[in-house]
Nanobody
Framework: QVHLVESGGGLVQAGGSLRLSCTASGDTTCISTMGWYRQAPGKERELVAMAHAGDRTTYADSMKGRATISTDKHGNAVHLQINSLKPEDTAIYYC?????????????WGQGTQVTVSS
């Protein structure tokens, strides 16, 4: 079992920056990808950014050029730096981790951290 804990959310003014972090604990040997999703009120959960094995990354179009995802060298933590924040970035941000193909397919979720961007 893997437990994900997020940190770094809060209230930020438009144009500001923040850094979200997520730390994984437990048996992380099968974890292959780690990343972030978000869910705004009344909207579906959407991908923000994902870090894949082999240093490959994926970003939502709305985040390209504004966000940088990174992982620590042990692969037990993932960080998301977002710059030039906009009010529409307001959402609950969820950390996600998923097992690789060599393991039983499973994904894990954190409890979420609120990000509020004021105009």
């Amino acid at each position: 079992q893997v437990h994900l804990v997020e940190s770094g959310g809060g209230l930020v003014q438009a144009g500001g920056s923040l850094r979200l972090s997520c730390t994984a604990s437990g048996d992380t040997t099968c974890i292959s990808t780690m990343g972030w999703y978000r869910q705004a009120p009344g909207k579906e959960r959407e991908l923000v950014a994902m870090a894949h094995a082999g240093d490959r990354t994926t970003y939502a179009d709305s985040m390209k050029g504004r966000a940088t995802i990174s992982t620590d060298k042990h692969g037990n933590a993932v960080h998301l730096q977002i710059n030039s924040l906009k009010p529409e970035d307001t959402a609950i941000y969820y950390c996600n981790a998923a097992n690789g193909l060599a393991c039983v397919a499973y994904e894990y979720w954190g409890q979420g951290t609120q990000v509020t961007v004021s105009s």
